[in-house]
């Protein structure tokens, strides 16, 4: 048997990759731009806490151009000139990256996401949001541009463990995140669940049970990423008073780790992001120094190497 027709996604990848996946969607090259624009938080207003998560640093990965001094127009403008010199066909999704961004009134919400659809070349939306910030009003609201567009709802989930949650000032519940997943899943919005592995006080078999939980709900698409510890976060305080609190990975732990995980994953789920990165200025532990794609390729050498895939353990409950 081939591995193409012995893997359930129907190529010869080890797992059910984002980029494989979007180009089956999409007819021709589509990119995601990011946008800020100006939302906060409900753990950051008092709303539900105060300081933010713990572990947050939007600056980390917010490109120049999306500058609250640039109105969304601009840039858009200028996240498109920049792919666009390239590829001069390439279609477009309003990313919606910074802060929780569907934390704001419904009128505002809307707006927001018309401009973004209207400017030519934008042919759908990524909005970045919190499971606790999604009521039926804006579940309403995203379901009804799903039916004219692409809308993903990407869900910052982080852990499925309440007692991580509160740790990290993350000010919603586990209970909250079933909630997301199942809402925006039952209302055929896309979703996409972003989930942390490294955070303090969690340990490799957490980590294993994560997929596991995760494989049994409704997810379509997954980004996984490393703890980052961050200049200016309370996580980079607490790190320098207390580092035998975090275990930060090292390359191999996390290459190996990332297969376990895989392995435990329901093969369906679309895996968009195995890591993280960061201005190299910014980052203080772990400094790997290795580019999104080099990590990508050591994750599928030690794939071929163990003669594993993902789903290979993961049971139908």
């Known amino acids: 048997m081939s591995l193409i027709t012995q893997y359930t996604w129907g190529h010869s990848k080890r797992y059910n990759d984002f980029s494989t996946h979007f180009r089956s969607i999409f007819e021709g090259r589509v990119q995601k731009i990011s ?120 869900l910052g989930i982080e852990t499925i463990e309440d007692r991580t949650l509160e740790r990290i000032n993350r000010g919603h519940t586990w209970e909250e995140s079933v909630r997301a997943l199942t809402e925006t899943t039952r209302r055929s919005i896309h979703n996409c669940a972003h989930l942390i592995l490294g955070l303090p006080g969690e340990n490799h078999n957490n980590f294993i049970e994560q997929a596991s939980v995760m ?31 975090f275990h930060p990975f090292s390359v191999e732990e996390y290459v190996n780790l990332v297969v376990d995980y895989l392995e435990s994953l329901n093969p369906a789920i ?15 532990a772990p400094r790997w120094g290795l580019k999104n794609y080099e990590f990508v390729a050591k994750v599928e050498k030690r794939l071929s190497e163990r003669d594993t895939w993902q789903g290979k353990f993961w049971e139908k409950k």
Do not use: W
């Open 35 to 154: 946008v800020n624009a100006g939302f906060t938080c409900p753990n950051r207003d008092g709303s539900r806490g105060v300081g933010g998560c713990t572990y947050c640093n939007n600056k980390t990965f917010q490109p120049s151009y999306c500058d609250l001094n640039n109105i969304l127009k601009v840039q858009l403008e200028e996240g498109i000139a920049f792919f666009s010199r390239k590829y001069s066909t390439m279609r477009y999704l309003a990313y919606f990256q910074s802060y929780t961004n569907t934390y704001a009134p419904i009128s505002v919400l809307r707006e927001l996401y018309n401009e973004a659809l209207q400017y030519p070349g934008v042919i759908g939306l990524v909005i970045a949001t919190r499971p606790d910030c999604l009521s039926d009003e804006v579940l309403d609201l995203l379901e009804e541009l799903s039916q004219k567009c692409y809308v993903m709802v990407e």
């Open 215 to 245: 494989s049994s709900l409704p997810v379509e698409i997954i980004k996984l990423h490393q703890l980052q510890i961050h200049t200016g976060t309370a996580m980079a305080h607490e790190y320098a008073l207390f580092p035998d609190r």
């Open 270 to 284: 679309i895996v968009e992001r195995f890591v993280s990165s960061a201005p190299d200025a910014m980052v203080i």
